[in-house]
């Protein structure tokens, strides 16, 4: 039974340019999470996706942005790169619910550099 | 708005003690509390799951409790070893409205040495 699987494990890229980093649920979840770890911090949610649709969001910007695709898997999108979001990136999938905090499976995250 | 604190944000303690890792949060309107496990430059392994209903979860040498009215947790190592080094990480998933998701301490770094 495969966990969650994320790519690509490391990225380096310059201020202003844009990512898309991917996540696979674990098998049988079709919720999805992404969460920005800082070095030393715990992480913090960026947005959910069910069906589809982002369900919720926490306290980002408009330039993270997300997809869900009917397989479940999931992409995390960020335009116009700054320094500040050098982080590992990490996703999470869970079974399915709405609002019943389900535990969450977390992957090994992407490690994100901007230079 | 929730917090989460976790107490001590660092702690080392030699091979075969018993040890208390504390997490805190501001608002009891939980569904659940969760506690990680992290190694360094790693995804987050989940250790215990604990729902709002419940009082203690536990497995092998884990045991974590909740007091969801003083917003308490705690997480209990038996017997550590070396192989328990990691950050441990306590979040809740709050339930009182707003956005979703974890809310995470910043975790407690432990070295057991041998």
């Known amino acids: 039974d495969a966990g969650v699987t994320q790519s690509p494990t490391h990225l380096i890229k310059t201020r202003g340019q844009q990512v898309t980093l991917r996540c696979s649920p674990k098998?049988?979840?079709?919720?999805v999470s992404w969460y920005q770890q800082a070095l030393g911090q715990g992480p913090q949610f960026i947005f959910q996706?069910?069906?589809?649709?982002?369900?919720q969001r926490g306290n980002f910007p408009d330039r993270f942005s997300g997809h869900q695709f009917p397989n479940y898997s999931s992409e995390l999108n960020v335009n116009a790169l700054l320094l500040g979001d050098s982080a590992l990136y990490l996703c999470?999938?869970?079974?399915?619910?709405?609002?019943?905090?389900?535990?969450?499976?977390f992957g090994p995250g992407t490690r994100l550099t901007v230079l | 708005k929730q917090e989460v604190t976790q107490i001590p944000a660092a702690l080392s303690v030699p091979e075969g003690e018993n040890l208390v890792l504390n997490c805190s949060f501001t608002?009891?309107?939980?569904?659940?509390l969760q506690w990680f496990r992290q190694d360094p430059g790693k995804g987050l392994t989940s250790l215990l799951l604990?729902?709002?209903?419940?009082r203690e979860q536990t497995s092998g040498r884990l045991n974590a409790s909740l007091d969801k009215s003083s917003g308490r947790s705690t997480l209990y190592i038996a017997a550590s070893q070396p192989g328990d080094s990691a950050t441990y990480l306590c979040?809740?998933?709050?339930?009182?409205?707003?956005?979703?998701?974890?809310?995470f301490g910043k975790g407690t770094h432990l070295i057991i040495q041998p």
């Open positions: 604990i729902q709002s209903s419940q």
């Open positions: 999470a999938s869970s079974l399915p619910g709405l609002a019943t905090g389900d535990e969450q499976f």
């Open positions: 608002d009891s309107a939980i569904y659940n």
């Open positions: 996706y069910y069906e589809e649709e982002e369900r």
């Open positions: 979040a809740v998933w709050y339930s009182g409205g707003g956005a979703d998701g974890l809310t």
């Open positions: 098998s049988g979840h079709d919720t």
